[in-house]
């Protein structure tokens, strides 16, 4: 769609406003003085920066192909979420730059919405508790040429990697992502004040799913606890499914983090499916009638939450208005990759028009102004 307009009521304001694009790009906002009966919502699309998988697809299968990518990529997008990063977790150190190419030539050749790539592994504490469901036997020490030759099989469209900065000389390798262009978060890690402040220091942006890679038990003054909340990167991101954080702990934690807080569903092939058995990338995991995905041994693998819904969920649990929610769920976390995505002209005319009495439902989503749902 070269050019198109929309009434809506902003999701900031709740006032009628009225949106012009050309070429998927937003070039007015007027906000109306009259107010049309029965108007819908409109809000930036969301971003989701950990997605495994989606609606049966494994984003780390051996057997994946464009087809298969392309069906996940246009469900995600049924469920508000206009761009995203896949996630690839840990594996044998020498299958990454093969896995990118093909991801990479997937993302080349498919849908707006995948921008790019998020390496969850293999540089994280294989300790027990901080690994999760990652495979410790494929953890390593920080590696700098690694993550050079691996970016460069992606043709740069590695975005994000999650590391441990415990796990070798994590300011060096913190610098030289950066300077390949590669965001660093921290996560499923063990790292004590000391490590985590030269880390953020040095530039790590993000703590991956807090709360989660942890050991269940704790010093009552652990550092690595305490040091995110108190001294940690600028932002935190945390799965609001109710089942990776206790509801009454999420509620403390997202007043503690404020506009540090961004959300995330870290969903796998069993978001957006039937309850069954799915993979994530070696392991197999299981979708319960619950909701609940979980590897073999019980512990949670990733969501099978859903992009649209987690924000109504996350104000659930919290007991927050939806719509500062939903900031931390498109505008914060884009702005972590370096984008400006917003209800403002100059931004993409990628947002999602909906309903919220008498329940959420989603109406339509708009990609770089063409309307993929709805």
Not at 58 to 67: A, I
Not at 206 to 220: D, E, M, Q, R, V
Not at 317 to 326: A, D, E, M
Request: charged fraction near 20%; hydrophobic fraction near 45%.
């Amino acid at each position: 769609m070269e050019k198109g307009f929309l009434i809506a009521r902003h999701y900031r304001t709740g006032k009628p406003v009225r949106l012009t694009w050309e070429k998927g790009v937003l070039d007015s906002l007027e906000e109306l003085r009259e107010t049309p009966s029965s108007l819908p919502w409109v809000a930036p699309g969301l971003v989701d920066v950990q997605l495994n998988g989606f609606a049966g697809i494994d984003f780390n299968s051996e057997d994946l192909t464009q087809e298969a990518w392309d069906y996940a990529q246009q469900r995600i997008q049924e469920t508000g979420c206009v761009y995203f990063l896949a996630t690839v977790v840990t594996a044998p150190k020498e299958t990454y730059a093969r896995r990118l190419r093909l991801l990479e030539s997937f993302r080349q050749k498919g849908l707006d919405g995948c921008i790019g790539f998020h390496l969850e592994g293999p540089f994280l504490n294989p300790g027990g508790g901080y690994r999760g469901v990652h495979n410790p036997a494929y953890m390593s020490l920080l590696d700098e040429h690694w993550l050079e030759d691996v970016t460069r099989a992606s043709s740069g469209a590695v975005r994000l990697i999650t590391v441990a900065p415990e796990c070798g000389n994590g300011v060096s390798f913190i610098v030289r992502a950066r300077r390949l262009g590669v965001r660093v978060a921290l996560g499923h890690s063990a790292s004590d004040s000391k490590v985590l402040m030269a880390a953020v220091q040095a530039g790590a942006l993000l703590w991956t799913h807090f709360g989660n890679g942890l050991p269940h038990l704790l010093p009552k003054w652990d550092p690595t606890f305490w040091g995110v909340l108190a001294c940690g990167p600028p932002f935190v991101s945390l799965i609001p499914d109710g089942f990776h954080i206790p509801p009454e702990a999420f509620k403390v934690l997202v007043r503690l983090l404020g506009v540090r807080l961004i959300l995330t569903t870290d969903a796998t092939a069993a978001a957006e499916a039937k309850p069954g058995t799915y993979r994530l990338g070696e392991l197999k995991i299981e979708r319960g009638a619950d909701g609940i995905a979980r590897s073999p041994d019980g512990k949670l693998a990733g969501s099978s939450l859903c992009p649209f819904f987690a924000v109504f969920r996350a104000a659930d649990l919290s007991g927050l208005p939806w719509p500062w929610l939903w900031d931390a769920y498109s505008i914060r976390p884009a702005s972590l990759l370096g984008m400006i995505h917003d209800l403002r002209v100059g931004c993409r005319a990628s947002f999602c028009v909906f309903e919220v009495e008498p329940v959420p439902r989603l109406a339509a989503v708009f990609v770089n102004g063409e309307r993929k749902v709805g």
